[in-house]
């Protein structure tokens, strides 16, 4: 059954502390991307990757960090260094000649 | 500054009737549009998308109209069900650019189906 998973689906953070989100897709698709939704708020684009082993910076990219060592797979790394990481967190793919992006299920995200 | 506007933050409609969605952008080189259906802490799920040279696509009871002098969409949803009571987001993508292939967001519109 192909789609994109994330885990876990609650993540707590306590202060001075990195966490990583995963996000794994079996669609074969070639670009995925990361999204924080903050409530009212639109998605807001945080890192995507084109290709494996390269990745771009987003709107919002400060105190994240991401890899794309594998196709299959982009974790996303909230850092000590955002200070406001209490989000909903959202994973696409995409195929390379689409247009269309698919969302995996989401991670939230609380700071203890 | 917004390019992909939803103005209003949410819609009520009465089960059975139609329910009109409205996005506006400010960005003329976008030239696919999408919709996002998306439930209380779950993923957005893909509804219906028009390219720009198209000013109408139909999928079932859903259909997108576009009006690019006015840069404009409507999603309209023919009849409305309780199930479809969501935030529905409207998106955009450019052909052009080093971003090519990313998604604009709006804030979406919250739509409640009353039975």
């Known amino acids: 059954d192909g789609g994109i998973t994330q885990s876990p689906k609650y993540l707590f953070r306590k202060e001075g502390q990195n966490v990583t989100l995963s996000c794994e897709q079996n669609l074969n698709h070639d670009a995925m991307y990361w999204y924080r939704q903050d409530p009212g708020q639109g998605l807001r684009l945080i890192y995507y990757?084109?290709?494996?082993?390269?990745?771009q910076k987003g709107d919002i990219a400060e105190g994240y960090s991401v890899s794309r060592e594998k196709k299959e797979s982009f974790p996303l790394t909230v850092t000590s260094a955002q200070k406001n990481p209490t989000a909903f967190y959202l994973c696409?793919?995409?195929?390379?000649?689409?247009?269309?992006?698919?969302f995996g299920p989401g991670t939230r995200l609380l700071v203890l | 500054d917004q390019q992909v506007k939803q103005n209003s933050p949410s819609l009520s409609v009465q089960e059975g009737r139609i329910s009109i969605l409205n996005c506006d952008y400010t960005n003329s080189m976008f030239d696919y549009f999408l919709w996002y259906k998306k439930y209380p802490a779950e993923g957005p799920t893909f509804l219906i998308s028009i390219s720009s040279i198209k000013d109408k696509n139909e999928d079932g009871r859903f259909t997108v109209f576009l009006n690019k002098s006015a840069k404009h969409l409507s999603l309209h949803i023919v009849p409305s069900q309780p199930g479809d009571s969501a935030v529905y987001f409207c998106?955009?993508?450019?052909?052009?650019?080093?971003?090519?292939?990313?998604?604009?967001f709006g804030k979406g519109t919250k739509l409640s189906v009353k039975p």
């Open positions: 990757s084109q290709i494996v082993n390269d990745f």
């Open positions: 998106a955009a993508s450019a052909l052009y650019g080093g971003s090519q292939g990313n998604l604009i």
């Open positions: 696409a793919s995409r195929s390379g000649g689409k247009k269309t992006q698919y």
